[in-house]
């Protein structure tokens, strides 16, 4: 089976969360700061991050049912995969 869509799909995940990351620090430097201007623009920032997020998720969950994975877990979808893509999803 070709797992590539579905590694596709986690690594944009991974990508948007250690965005999320990023953000957190700002944030957490904002209101350290008391700068409510800045914590404003960062409460919208995390807004778009979540709808950015949301999306993604309908995406790897299309993509798991169009594989025939839905319900999987990511680990049981390790375990049935074979090698290279096996080796890419466990590093997921």
Do not use: C, F, H, W
């Not at 201007?37 to 998720?57: F, R, T, V």
């Amino acid at each position: 089976m070709n797992y590539e869509p579905l590694i596709n799909v986690l690594l944009e995940e991974i990508s948007v969360y250690a965005e999320v990351i990023e953000v957190e620090k700002r944030k957490t430097v904002a209101i350290a700061d008391g700068s409510s201007d800045a914590l404003d623009a960062i409460l919208n920032e995390e807004q778009m991050y979540g709808m950015k997020i949301n999306s993604l998720e309908k995406r790897r969950l299309g993509v798991s049912d169009g594989l025939g994975l839905g319900g999987q877990t990511l680990l049981d979808i390790v375990r049935d995969a074979k090698n290279p893509e096996k080796t890419k999803l466990y590093r997921l």
